[in-house]
């Protein structure tokens, strides 16, 4: 296993396609054998190939990304992020992020990325518990 810029810089390319609305580049990005994208709300998991495109689509929403570093070992890649995530409202939310890459012929692409968001957690007790009452 070794640190990767490389891998690095194709999360840079999904982050900046997820800004930029780059749909034009979204095969170059993300695999076409992509598994998931797991977002921070409950049962937010992606698994279809045009709901992972509407963050490409969706105009006003950025991902930019703060501190990524990647590993690759293979033909398998790794990143770690704490990105800034954007609404089309201007409001945002940092996060985190583990994404898995694969190396496809000279790209990196995107296999899965499972996004987060840092809660203590005696709130997330809270939180279930008032959801689960809720139902």
């Known amino acids: 296993m070794q640190e990767s ?3 690095t810089d194709a999360w840079l390319r999904f982050c900046d396609g997820v800004t930029h609305g780059r749909v034009d580049r979204f095969d170059d990005i993300v695999s076409k ?9 409950p049962g937010e ?22 501190r990524a570093v990647g590993f690759e070992e293979g033909s398998l890649g790794w990143v770690t992020d704490e990105p800034r995530f ?3 409202d201007g409001t ?20 899965h990325a499972h996004f987060s968001v840092g809660v203590p957690d005696d709130e ?12």
């Open 86 to 88: 954007g609404f089309p």
């Open 45 to 66: 998991v992606v698994t279809d190939r045009a709901g992972m495109r509407f963050g490409f689509e969706t105009e006003g929403v950025t991902l930019t990304s703060r």
């Open 92 to 111: 945002g939310m940092d996060c985190r992020v583990t994404a898995v890459l694969r190396k496809e012929g000279p790209a990196w692409r995107l296999v």
């Open 33 to 41: 054998e992509a598994t998931s994208i797991v977002g921070t709300a």
């Open 124 to 135: 997330v007790v809270s939180l279930q518990q008032r959801w689960s009452s809720a139902r």
């Open 5 to 7: 810029s490389a891998v």
